[in-house]
């Protein structure tokens, strides 16, 4: 898990219990359809998408080298995450039951906030559904996991991802380090939504025009 967002807000004993008791019980179907929760099961073909350097390269919270076992631990340890409620990792499967891409959502509970990392396999990229896809798991945070703040960062020259997140409505709040799992950082861009915010977006584009 990285770093909390940097807007802290303080949940109540009740509203923390709560977050972690969706994450706990969340149902991927909510985010998609062919969405499923990650298990060792899937680690080889997990594994096989990340090993691609145009999935993997500027996601900079992977497990390091990309190698079945090394995926197997990381699925095993957000599944531990999940059962404290602070963590999810689900995968969207294609016809053949191949893993083509993957959402792993990082909540702090005490603090009402959440972030996304998420990839799609290289056969599946530049169809036009990046932006739609990223606004449902973006309201996805704060209907279903009921959390306050989203806060999301993106490699310097992540240009794609950028305009991905700006086109949502995300606030840019400049630039911040990421750590790594090997505890290496890496610069990169920030921004922030808060729950209110996203609804007046949602909504003043809902409107008829």
Partial sequence: ??????TVIRASPAEEADIRRRVREVDPASLGPDRVIATPAHAASLARMLADP???DPIYDL???ITEASVRAWIEATAADQARGEAVLILSLDEAGEVAGYSRFSVWPDRSSAEIAGA??????NRGQGTAGAARSFGWMFEVLGVRLVGLTAALDNVRSARVIEAAGFRPMGERDSRRPDGTVRRSLYW??????WRRVRDSREAPS
């Avoid at 898990?1 to 940097?6: E, G, T």
């Avoid at 799609?120 to 990229?125: V, Y």
């Fill in 63 to 65: 497990p390091r080298p």
């Fill in 120 to 125: 799609t396999r290289a056969d599946r990229q």
């Fill in 1 to 6: 898990m990285s770093d909390p967002p940097v």
């Fill in 54 to 56: 145009r999935v993997s």
């Fill in 192 to 197: 922030e939504m808060t729950a209110d915010e």
